[in-house]
């Protein structure tokens, strides 16, 4: 499987912003999806991930309410719509997928948010 994310860029604190992350390969085997995001000199961390279809999500309690995970399995896509962004989400959002004992990662979009 290989993941390509797209969707970062600069926006101001207030705004909406939604990545995209499109899985190519052998994405029958894909289990589940989700965001992790790195901030400048902070360890990566757990945004959301789905499971499925979309039958299953889970947030992080620092994005639950603001930001929504989906996927459209006909496009092999998922995306994270972020709203409400503050500065404090400034970060290098990675995504993941995990198949039978594999995860594979993205190589990162940067989500800059400035105040």
């Known amino acids: 499987v290989h993941l390509v994310e797209s969707g970062g860029g600069l926006v101001q604190s207030g705004t909406s912003l939604r990545l995209s992350c499109e899985a190519s390969?052998?994405?029958?085997?894909?289990?589940?999806m989700g965001w992790y995001r790195q901030a400048p000199g902070k360890q990566r961390e757990y945004v959301a991930h789905?499971?499925?279809?979309?039958?299953?999500?889970n947030y992080a309690e620092t994005v639950r309410g603001r930001f929504t995970i989906s996927r459209d399995n006909a496009k092999d896509t998922v995306y994270l719509q972020m709203h409400s962004l503050q500065p404090e989400d400034t970060a290098v959002y990675y995504c993941y997928a995990t198949t039978s004992g594999k995860l594979t990662w993205g190589q990162g979009t940067q989500v800059t948010v400035s105040s």
């Open positions: 789905i499971v499925g279809s979309g039958s299953i999500t």
């Open positions: 390969g052998s994405t029958f085997s894909i289990n589940s």
